[in-house]
Every structure is written in C-alpha cells, then in structure tokens.
C-alpha cells in the first residue's frame, strides 16, 4: 500500500463551487505539505503543517484553506474554484530525520 | 530568496548512454539539503538521489551521480548506462536547514527523452 494517498486523482468541477482535496499517509511523519504544480513552472507551496495546531500559510495560499484533522490526514481546499486553479496538487511528507519529503499520487484538478 | 534553476528545457539521449543534468541554485545558506526528484507520466514524485551540502563526496545512487559544487552552487545530475524507464521530467529541489518551513524549492524541470 501507498505511504501518502491522495483522494481523488483526477476532479473536474465548476467555478464557484467548493472542493477538497484529501491526504492521508501512513508514514508517523509529523510534517505535512501542499504543492501545486503547473505546466513550466514547478512545484509551488500552498500550505504547510507541523503538527495538528500547527497550520501555516506557503507562496500561494491565497483563494486555498486546510484542515489538519489528525496527524495523519490533512485536507486542502478551495472555497470558491476558479479556472485558474486547474492544476496538478501534491501533498507530501517530511521525515524531520533525513529531511526527505515524500510524494502523494497526485490530484488533477481541472476547473471549468 | 533561494532560487533553483534548470536551463534546460528539455534532454534526448540515446538509450546506454550517458546524460548530464544541469542544476544551479542561489542561497545565502550554509547548510542545505538538494535533491533530484524523477516524474515520469504516471506524474508520480519519484525521490532519486540526496545530497547534505556539508558532505564534499558526491552521492551516488545506482546509475544515478551527482556532481556536487557548493563553491559553484551547482548540483548536476548525470544518469548512466540510460534506459527507456529513465524518460521523464526532472526535476532539482533545494531545501535550507536553516528556514523554519521545511518546504522544498523547485527548479522548473528537465523533460528527458531516451531514444532507443
């Protein structure tokens, strides 16, 4: 089984409409993150958490929100989508030992 | 702000050879983690290889080297005896010790092609 589960892979929704993206991982590790990546441009933070209390805002957070609801599952989501959203998102975790992150599958996420 | 960049766009190499790719970064930091992370079209993240700045050997994983130039801020990869599974984006991250987020930096990618 997958250490870092994204659900769901693949989404297409309209704009205005609310949406959230699910991670959970069974690594214990206590560091989690939400990449967004666009054609050209990389990987780009959205939001970060250390621990259940602990939620903190990346480079583009604006228009996105996150829930930590357990140290295992944390949750983004985007209030209102816009077609500018459309996007590949990544959650991932980091082993605070080996200062290694690893990779969710992927959501793709496309807004009409 | 650090900085990660991949000047090339994209890659061909015939499969069994030997292909180098470039990665340069600007930091004002002393200590620092780099990475070369593999996506192949199942768009999975694929960790490949892991350098500690304060470690002067190159590490090695495989047929997968870097050369490792901290006076230079270069962290190339180069991917030996390349096979058809090598095709992908790659893609060079940067991660300070000294920063309080923990995230990675990104360059834009490598497309990778392997001709056979």
């Known amino acids: 089984d997958a250490d870092v589960t994204q659900t769901p892979r693949n989404r297409i929704t309209k704009t205005g409409k609310r949406i959230m993206l699910e991670c959970s991982q069974t690594?214990?590790?206590?560091?989690m993150y939400w990449y967004r990546q666009d054609p050209g441009l990389g990987l780009r933070l959205i939001y970060y958490?250390?621990?259940?209390?602990?939620?903190n805002k990346g480079e583009i957070s604006d228009g996105y929100s996150v829930s930590r609801q357990a140290q295992a599952k944390f949750s983004l989501s985007l209030e209102s989508a816009i077609p500018n959203q459309t996007a590949l998102y990544f959650c991932?975790?980091?082993?605070?030992?080996?200062?290694?992150?690893?990779f969710g599958p992927g959501t793709r996420l496309t807004v009409l | 702000a650090q900085t990660v960049t991949q000047s090339q766009p994209e890659m061909s190499v015939q499969e069994a050879e030997t292909v180098t790719l470039s990665c340069t970064y600007d930091?004002?930091?002393?200590?620092?983690?780099l990475f070369w992370y593999k996506q192949p079209p199942s768009r999975q993240m694929i960790l490949v290889i892991r350098?500690?700045?304060?470690?002067?050997q190159n590490a090695t994983e495989n047929r997968f080297s870097v050369n490792f130039q901290k006076a230079a801020k270069s962290f190339s990869l180069k991917i030996s005896d390349s096979q058809l599974g090598d095709a992908a984006m790659y893609f060079c991250?940067?991660?300070?010790?000294?920063?309080?987020?923990?995230?990675?930096?990104f360059g834009k990618g490598t497309k990778l092609s392997v001709k056979p």
């Open positions: 991932a975790t980091r082993d605070r030992y080996t200062d290694t992150q690893y």
């Open positions: 690594k214990g590790h206590d560091r």
């Open positions: 958490s250390f621990d259940v209390k602990d939620i």
């Open positions: 930091t004002s930091e002393s200590d620092y983690y």
């Open positions: 350098q500690e700045a304060y470690k002067q």
């Open positions: 991250a940067y991660r300070g010790r000294g920063g309080s987020q923990g995230n990675l930096i």
